[in-house]
């Protein structure tokens, strides 16, 4: 009888890894055999199981609401149970953000990033938290997310997903100049600047060119970004990040489309270089940052799975060598400091190679599809496989500079929105206490051509002008952005007046740039190559 009553004990004892295993949280890809994805409350209920599971180093807050006033949430995940960037500092630790479904019908970063975390929460003492606070965002869109509906890019899986746009009808990976959602403004406001994490991680689906890779990723591309950080992230972190992915059974190349379909050969062109793209944008931050393109012709299990193993590189990395990361931002910022001001900056671009690859991909031959008009040619995919060894066109050389000033920009008080919107993104800028008469390079306007149609509610401004020096006098209450400070090249990209993206661009200043009975006036952001001497006082 004694045995008995010893055996039944054991048998439980020994059954409980099964149990264990059996309760394990699975995500709705998981549970339907990757025939759907997840609706927000799926997410929810799967992000609060596990924050039960371990809610000392997973913490479960709100980023922000969105327009439809739904919660956006906010993982933050550390070995110490951090909860601020105060905290994180403190413990010398540095913070990596991953932001999933800011376009809500590319679903398998989501998807990933709800796998990774399950993962997190049953390793004790997870390799990935070493030095570091992960950041998740994996429902960067709530409002898109459960607008269903069919394919709409002839995806290989989900059923159905949701839209690519928010609650306000924006493109979220197009507002981050200008800041007008809710999501893209808290992402800035709320992590970026308190947060300051030394990698972002935005993860997409794309149905470009046709090619047998089911990832493809891109660094910060701006070409008025830091030069050493993309070179660091093509010579050094990604060789390193795709060779890992490899050997998980993950083909990974750099994103792209071939430069002419007519002839694959050619090349493999990124063309998304501008700064209203988050990748980009967060480069301008000094910091680096790594654009996933899950590959949409690929099975849902398989992009998944990618995306999965490129969250494993890239956080792997990043706690092996964030020391070093961290050195090189540093030198960026002191770089942008010290150096900046009153150098050439770019405007116009036309793309270099940065070097060659190889591509997996398909035969192809031309077709004409009389199906529009007019009639054009696309390329049809052939029976087989072919190999291309081409050059990669993902950096950039400028064809039309400007000198930036030596000192800074001014703006007069009328411009304060301009001024507290670069606020918002944590750049400095001073308010005069005293009114005064300086120097400056003013842009005499000569052309403001509006699209011909709307984009993201905008009708994009071509701004033309010649440049002139003159005294200007400046009341009290003026603003003054020094380009002495780590994000110069941020508040040069947003206040340069013929940058095609710069807040210009964007019709922040429509009102005054045409003088009534006047014409064409003048731009209002002034260039400084002198000291700005008396009292300032931080906007």
Request: overall charge neutral; charged content about 30%; some cysteine.
């Amino acid at each position: 009888m004694r045995h008995r009553k010893l055996i039944i004990p054991l048998l439980l004892i020994l059954s409980l890894p099964l149990f264990c295993k059996q309760e394990r949280p699975l995500t709705v890809p998981e549970e339907s055999l990757y025939k759907r994805t997840s609706t927000s409350e799926e997410v929810m209920a799967f992000l609060q199981n596990l924050q039960k599971r371990d809610p000392k180093r997973m913490k479960l807050t709100l980023l922000t609401y969105s327009t439809e006033r739904e919660r956006i949430p906010l993982v933050i995940f550390s070995r110490q149970g951090v909860c601020s960037p105060e905290e994180m500092r403190k413990l010398g630790l540095r913070a990596v953000l991953i932001a999933a479904n800011i376009h809500a019908g590319e679903v398998e970063g989501k998807e990933a990033s709800l796998i990774f975390l399950r993962e997190l929460a049953e390793a004790p003492d997870s390799q990935f938290l070493e030095g570091q606070v992960l950041l998740f965002l994996p429902l960067f869109n709530r409002d898109g997310n459960d607008k269903w509906g069919v394919e709409r890019r002839r995806d290989d899986g989900p059923e159905s997903a949701g839209v690519r746009f928010n609650g306000q009808g924006l493109d979220l990976n197009r507002d981050f100049v200008k800041l007008e959602s809710p999501e893209v403004g808290a992402l800035v406001e709320r992590i970026f600047v308190p947060w300051d994490p030394i990698l972002y991680i935005d993860m997409h689906t794309t149905n470009g060119s046709y090619h047998r890779h089911p990832v493809t990723y891109s660094p910060q591309v701006i070409p008025q970004g830091d030069k050493s950080l993309q070179e660091y992230m093509w010579k050094k972190m990604l060789p390193e990040v795709a060779g890992e992915m490899r050997r998980e059974g993950i083909d990974a190349v750099p994103y792209g489309n071939f430069l002419d379909r007519r002839d694959p050969e050619k090349g493999w062109l990124n063309e998304a270089f501008l700064g209203r793209y988050s990748n980009n944008y967060y480069g301008l931050r000094n910091r680096f940052a790594l654009l996933d393109e899950n590959y949409s012709y690929a099975p849902f299990e398989v992009r998944i799975r990618g995306a999965h193993a490129l969250l494993k590189a890239l956080l792997g990395y990043t706690a092996r060598h964030g020391d070093e990361m961290e050195r090189a931002a540093r030198r960026a910022d002191r770089e942008s400091m010290e150096s900046l001001a009153g150098r050439e900056f770019g405007l116009l671009f036309e793309p270099e190679e940065t070097m060659k690859f190889d591509l997996k991909s398909f035969p192809f031959r031309l077709e004409e599809d009389k199906s529009v008009q007019p009639s054009r040619f696309r390329m049809v995919k052939q029976e087989g496989e072919r190999v291309y060894h081409l050059p990669l066109f993902a950096t950039y050389k400028a064809v039309k500079s400007t000198r930036l000033p030596g000192e800074g920009y001014l703006l007069p008080p009328s411009q304060e929105p301009a001024a507290r919107l670069l606020k918002r993104h944590g750049v400095a800028v001073e308010r005069l206490e005293e009114g005064g008469v300086w120097r400056v390079r003013t842009l005499r306007l000569t052309g403001v051509t509006p699209s011909s149609q709307l984009y993201q509610g905008h009708y994009i401004n071509k701004i033309e002008g010649e440049e002139e020096e003159k005294e200007i006098s400046f009341p009290k209450g003026s603003f003054f952005v020094p380009l002495a400070q780590p994000l110069s090249r941020l508040a040069a990209y947003m206040l340069e007046p013929l940058n095609p993206d710069g807040l210009g661009a964007w019709n922040f200043f429509d009102r005054v740039l045409v003088k009534e009975w006047e014409g064409l006036w003048i731009y209002p952001v002034y260039k400084v190559d002198v000291p700005v001497v008396g009292l300032r006082e931080p906007l």
